[in-house]
Structure formats: C-alpha cells, structure tokens
C-alpha cells in the first residue's frame, strides 16, 4: 500500500485546541485512520494511504473551523468528524455547530450536533407536528425544549406546556409522603431540569406562575383545547394508543407539537401495544407531520453511552431473530392485570 502525504490548514494558534490535552485529539485520529500526524513549523502533515490521509486532513481542518468559529472541541465532536470521515460522507461538524437555536440562562450556545440532530431541528421548524423517536442520550427533549423556549421569547407561541406519562419505571410512587403534586413531580423532573438549564430557575418561576409555562401529566390533558401554545410530549412510548390519541386531538390553533419517545424502553404492562407504535402506523402518510428517527450515531451523552446503546441495539437484534414469540395460552396469561382478568370474565360468561 503506497503512502502519500497530505497537508493539513491547522492555524498555529488553534493546534492546542484542536489536538487535545496532550494530544489526546491527535492520538485518536492516528490510531482510528491508522496515519502519522506531524506538526513542526506551523505546517500540520498527515502520512498514510491515500483515503486516510485524506479522511484525517478533513477531521483536522473541521475541528480547526470549530476551534475558529469559538466552540469548544469536545471528544463527541471528534468522534462525530471521525465517523463522516470514515463513512466518506459529505459535511462536517463545524457546519452542524453554526446553528445556534438559543444560549442557556449561562450564555452557553445551544445547536445540534450531528446531522441526526440538526434534521429534527429543521423539521421542527417546518411542521406543525414533530415526532422525535431514538434512544437515550440523543437530545430529543433537550432540543425540543430550547426549541419551544426560543419560539416563546420570540412570542411566536404565547405559552410552553410539557407534558409526559406517569408510569414508573419498575419502581411504585404512589406511597411516597406529601401531596399529589409531590407524588408527581418526580415523573417530571427531567422536563425541570431542561427548563432550569436553558431558561434559569428565576424566569421559569416567574412564567410558571403567571401560568405560562406549564409542566403537568399527561391525564391533564383531556377535555382542554391548547391554542396558541409550544406542546411537548416526553416518554411518548409510554402512552397507550387512547392517551396517545387524546393528546393529538388536543391541539389548537396557532400550536406546534413535539413528541418524544424511545420504543426500546418501554415501562407499559406486557403485550401492551404503545401509543406512539400506533401513532408511527397511523399518521405516518400526512405531509403536516414529520418522523424524525435518531440513532445511536447521535447520541452526544459519554462516549460510554453510545457503546452501551449499540451493544443493546446489537443484542436486541439478535435476540428477536432467535427468540420463539410468545403465542397462545402462555402469553395471554402474563398478559393479564386486573383489566385481563375482567376481560377473561365476560369472555367466559358470554
């Protein structure tokens, strides 16, 4: 295999950014592209065959566009460049990073960051109702609330309304001390922290208590019509097919709507079919409506947690290719809570 080598534009004053602490950066390109990066002189060279030499020109050339535009060079970013650069796709990070949807109460700059991210953006935008469906750790909510509290400050929308099931997660609540707010806060805590991050604890208090922000489960919902407002659905995969529906139907004039939900952990009873599987089947083929899947390659949490999702995704695929499905008798018993009793009941009588 012939070597060639290619010269990378690193500006001199950005190396230290865009190589890492104690080149932490530089070693990851070279051990991931397989090539020799030298820097001396101001002059960045990469040695390697002729693809990788050219994938690892392009990763060092993006993250010095980053570094220059003022963002930090984090170790998601480089993984995300080093990926487009090994799939040879078109674009780069620092394309990603310019779209800025807002700055937390910090002045920290909220954008996506990968093409997965900035899609469901963009569909947020041009659609009135935005389905977001991917595993842990792809922002779906994080970028669904800076959305909707940037359209609030442009008073596109004159209030913010979250909202998600309340179904545990393996765990029972119900007999925690205090009032029902009390018992329902911890469903929500997620969709608190977000607002405290990007809007500050100071201003959510003072919109939540003129009633313009709102954040309540998701059987509050029924009988109101919501006009004129930013609706999100969290844990969406978590509603069963009549809440689901009921929540659609809610929807005002003047309103935009974003659904989130992750069908890989679902908290319903067993055989339960959720409402967000139905509403993916169901609406699938109306233009006002978008389906945004995210997946593992946007996940911007650790490093770690892209590892874990894939080995899940890897094991989750195997298992239901090997594994018999559960028919009959013996998946209609565990299939039965006290509605599944009722139900054999009126079977039998009838």
Do not use: W
């Amino acid at each position: 295999m012939a070597l060639v080598e290619k010269t990378a534009q690193v500006p001199q004053d950005l190396e230290s950014q865009v190589f890492g602490q104690f080149d932490k950066y530089l070693k990851k390109i070279e051990r991931a592209l397989n090539v020799t990066v030298l820097a001396r002189d101001s002059e960045v060279r990469v040695v390697g065959s002729e693809s990788a030499a050219e994938g690892a020109k392009h990763v060092l050339e993006d993250l010095a566009a980053l570094a220059g535009q003022g963002s930090e060079i984090t170790e998601q970013k480089v993984n995300y460049s080093l990926s487009l650069a090994m799939e040879k796709a078109d674009g780069s990070v620092s394309e990603i990073d310019r779209e800025i949807i807002c700055h937390t109460a910090s002045g920290k700059p909220v954008s996506p960051k990968t093409y997965g991210q900035k899609n469901y953006v963009e569909a947020i935008r041009n659609h009135m109702i935005t389905f977001g469906i991917g595993p842990a750790g792809t922002g779906k909510t994080y970028l669904a609330m800076a959305a909707a509290i940037t359209a609030f400050k442009n008073e596109e929308v004159s209030r913010i309304i979250m909202t998600r099931p309340a179904i545990e997660a393996g765990e029972k609540l119900g007999f925690l001390p205090g009032d029902l707010q009390s018992k329902i806060d911890p469903y929500l805590r997620p969709l608190y922290d977000a607002l405290y991050q990007i809007m500050g604890p100071d201003s959510y208090q003072k919109n939540a208590e003129k009633g313009l922000i709102e954040v309540a489960p998701l059987a509050y919902m029924r009988g109101r019509t919501l006009d004129n407002a930013f609706i999100i659905l969290d844990e969406a995969q978590n509603t069963t097919p009549a809440q689901m529906k009921m929540f659609l139907t809610r929807v005002g004039f003047g309103s935009k709507v974003i659904i989130t939900g992750d069908l890989t952990q679902k908290d319903l009873p067993f055989d339960t079919k959720s409402g967000l599987e139905v509403a993916v089947e169901v609406l699938s083929k109306i233009d006002e409506i978008a389906f945004c899947t995210l997946t593992s390659k946007d996940v911007v949490r650790h490093p770690l947690v892209q590892k874990i999702v894939q080995a899940y995704e890897t094991y989750e695929k195997k298992h239901s290719l090997t594994e018999p499905r559960k028919t009959g008798a013996a998946s209609g018993r565990r299939g039965y809570g006290q509605s599944g009793a009722k139900h054999r009941e009126s079977h039998t009588r009838s």
